[in-house]
């Protein structure tokens, strides 16, 4: 039996015409969207900060769970504590891990009635951002930036459907991983924080790794990137939970002296959930030796507010010297030598700034000399360069400036490129001969 989809669209145009009728889009939330529990900011004008929203009372009053349950025998929706209290009497089915299921596209079976993703996420969000307006009579949300640990292609159209039939569409959605987050809070920071590299650690129930920002301060704007080491074989939740503090503590802080030798890092944050409680304290304190070092489980909502702030703001963002670069964005620009006006010049393939699951990018070349094209690969952080040459084998280069090719540019993951490149014969004067060429090249 499949869900009603007339409560579905009914419930959806309500809550979108509530949002509609606000007085003013003056909001900017972050909001972090985990498969445990779901956490939201609201930027403060008076403190110019990114601020926790209290979403229930309990112990974390600042986490909500992200579940959903069905109450037995009715059509009532019930939401975090709540629905695991009567899930636990027996009178609720609840449905969780809701991230996941969004990424795998699994549906969820309440009382013989199956529910989509979508139409789960809905009810949640819808409650989560209502208790949020409810706290700001008369406002709207202006943006909201919602941050999820790994952003791919299947939880972006998941997320812009659910918030699209909220009545936010693109103009007020922005979504970014982890990652952006962490970028946006540690750079929305006092300039002595980020004076040089930035490094975090994070810990949760799946991963320990740490992320280390650099930002290249030789283009304009400054390209801010990001490295990742996964430390998983080292150290991890499990091994937190057997609560050997000695150990733990001897692991970690050699693992962070190895890292961080002979690196320029001016502040290290650390967060997730690995990191509760007591256990790291030590080490961190001797880690504030020449830097400054936090800890907190709200950086990725407040980073996401931040961007809310940044991106959504009329009168323009405090972080324009910036380009942002995500874990899944390329870092290297790809280009093309060619000849014009008796001078080698580079032609852009790639300008390095997109995600490498972007669609490819395809441009059109006259060949003149002969059948290899050249292609540079320009690190944009260390400004390494390297050359590819590409043999277009069984081409003729003719030498009335006839011979067009098509080159296409897309990537099968940050760090392997693919470049295809077709004869495309020249209008009806000259077929294409039909041959196409490709090479992968390693970043």
Known sequence: MDYSTTEYQTEALIFAKEVAMADKRSLFLGLDFGNEDIQICCYNPKSLEPESVTLYSGDRPYFYPSLIG??????????????????????????DNLLK????????????????????????F???????TLKFPGESIAKLAVTVKDLNETIR?????????????????????????????????????????????HMDEEEFHYRQISISRKFTPLPVGITQKDFNDILDYEEVQKGDKERLEYCFLNLARSLLHKQLVTTIYVTGCGFEGDWADNALKELCVGRRV???????????????????????????EFLFLDSDQITSLLSIEAEKDGKLIQIPLWDGYKPWYDKALTQEFILTEDNTIRVLVKELFTLKKEYHDILLEGLEVRA??????????????????LIKICDRGFGQIIPSSGLCWEQEIKL
């Open 400 to 417: 009335d400036k006839s011979t067009r090719v098509e080159i296409s540019v897309s990537f099968k993951d940050r760090k392997t490129a």
């Open 294 to 320: 936090f800890k907190g489980q709200n950086l990725y909502a407040k980073g996401a507010c931040y961007a809310a702030k940044e991106i959504g703001s009329e009168e323009g963002g405090k972080l324009k």
């Open 101 to 124: 299921k969004a990424e795998q596209g699994t549906e969820t079976v309440l009382y013989d009635t199956v529910y989509s993703p979508v139409y789960l996420l809905e009810k949640l």
């Open 70 to 95: 069905l109450k037995q025998g009715s059509k009532e929706w019930l939401f975090g504590e709540e629905a695991l209290e009567f899930q636990e009497q027996g009178l609720c089915q609840t449905a």
């Open 126 to 132: 819808r409650k989560c951002l209502t208790m949020v």
């Open 157 to 201: 159209a998941v997320l812009k459907e659910v918030f699209g039939n909220l009545g936010l569409k693109e103009d007020r959605l922005f979504l970014q991983s982890h990652s952006l987050s962490y970028e946006y809070y540690a750079l929305s920071q006092k300039k002595e924080l980020w004076s040089t590299d930035v490094g975090l650690f």
